[in-house]
């Protein structure tokens, strides 16, 4: 059996103080979530047997997230939260080296065994707004929104010995082995590691306001330069070196709300070696002069297009009904990574992929999918989907008709899904087809 149990978030101090006046501690909300979990993994014939009782693995995992958000220094929004998960088991693991025939005894004791473990994090945002107006001219005005946000992130190491959760069996040699009591355990076990982060990112939605050629208020078109111009990176306080990440760069827009265009790129703060394998703790600022050095840009182009994109007249049923249906996709992607040349790789790589639907009719579907491959210069898999509505039967043709795959599939088929069984169908492949 599973079973989770969840209570919605509440605000325990919501009624405290003065009526009529919020302070930081009303905002603060609570909720519980847990989850009972009992599993076994043996044959049917031993389902029932003594060992099969020893063999169950089973749980209770509880989470309790704490969260609040405040006003600070009227324009900035502080957020504090503390996530606290819990463990109960019935037994733990305990481990002893046997120097008689040189052999780690693993046991499963019975014994009530739980563990807790917490994070804590924080963040810092505002709004910063800009506004550029243009007196002449198509474009109106342009506006720009900055949402700068400043975290921290924070989780102990808990296999510390103080926590008990770890423990250390000496091998032979004097080989130290650590391990967790909880190893089998339906939940896992609490996290190793100390982990800590201060995480700066930088969102950015630039928009264009233009005049109609009717001078009127409703007139007014917004377009949307970036959706969303993101940058960041982050810098881990507990790391003895190269604590600071790749700076990141991403962005997002629509154009003629048919296209979709979406870039990343990553920028390493450190110098790197010869062969561009590996980092040294030195800025690229005070060795190279530059905040960071570029080491990878994708991009990717994306068009949706179909009978209804360019059409806004209103259709009545009669016209839907009777119009030809059709759309096409279409997406490009390429990736290039700075410093990785050989004789075998290429830095720039690029995908291709399309396909399409046709409705001629109700009874009648055609639709089609393919790619490109840029490096052999050759369409990659694809295929050709035919089919007809047959009233309480339908004809699907299925064909690949180049490729290692070249094949045809032809089916006659009830529709009802209860007698999905009862069809006709013919295959042919590439093995014994002559498709020249």
Request: hydrophobic share 30%.
């Amino acid at each position: 059996p599973d079973i989770s149990f969840n209570v919605n978030r509440v605000f325990p101090f919501k009624n405290l103080g003065k009526k009529g006046k919020d302070s930081w501690f009303h905002k603060i909300g609570i909720s519980y979530s847990s989850n009972i979990r009992n599993d076994i993994s043996i044959a049917d014939s031993l389902l029932f047997s003594d060992k099969s009782f020893k063999s169950f693995r089973n749980g209770i995992r509880h989470s309790i997230p704490i969260s609040t958000s405040i006003k600070v220094l009227k324009y900035f929004t502080f957020s504090p939260r503390i996530n606290y998960t819990e463990r109960w088991y019935t037994n733990q693991i305990n481990k002893n080296w046997d120097s008689s025939d040189s052999t780690l005894i693993t046991d499963t004791v019975n014994k009530f065994t739980r563990a807790g473990e917490y994070n804590i994090s924080a963040g810092l945002n505002t709004k910063i707004y800009g506004l550029i107006q243009f007196k002449k001219g198509k474009i109106k005005a342009i506006r720009h929104v900055i949402t700068p946000n400043l975290s921290f992130s924070y989780k102990p190491d808990f296999s510390e010995n103080k926590y008990g959760y770890y423990r250390n069996v000496e091998l032979e040699n004097g080989n130290i082995q650590e391990y967790s009591i909880m190893q089998n355990g339906i939940f896992g076990s609490p996290s190793k590691g100390k982990q800590g982060n201060i995480i700066l990112n930088i969102s950015n939605i630039i928009e264009a306001k233009l005049n109609s050629k009717k001078d009127t208020a409703q007139k007014i078109k917004k377009i949307k330069i970036f959706e969303n111009l993101n940058v960041g990176s982050s810098y881990n306080i507990f790391n003895d070196s190269l604590n600071f990440n790749d700076i990141n760069l991403n962005a997002r827009t629509r154009l003629l709300d048919v296209i979709d265009f979406t870039f990343s790129s990553r920028y390493d703060p450190y110098i790197t070696n010869k062969n561009f394998n590996n980092n040294l703790n030195k800025y690229e600022l005070f060795e190279n002069g530059r905040l960071a050095r570029f080491t990878n840009a994708n991009a990717t182009v994306g068009l949706s297009i179909s009978n209804n994109t360019f059409s806004k007249k209103k259709e009545s049923e009669e016209e839907k009904k009777s119009k030809i249906n059709w759309s096409f996709n279409a997406n490009y992607s390429i990736n290039y990574n700075k410093g990785y040349r050989s004789s075998e790789y290429s830095d720039t790589n690029q995908t291709l992929n399309f396909s399409g639907d046709l409705k001629i009719t109700d009874k009648w579907k055609f639709n089609f999918q393919s790619g490109y491959d840029f490096d052999t210069k050759e369409l990659t898999y694809s295929s050709v989907n035919i089919y007809r509505d047959l009233h309480c039967w339908e004809m699907i043709l299925n064909l690949i008709p180049i490729g290692y795959h070249r094949s045809y599939t032809f089916t006659i088929r009830v529709k009802a899904a209860i007698l999905q069984d009862l069809k006709l169908e013919r295959k042919k492949d590439w093995i014994n087809t002559d498709f020249n």
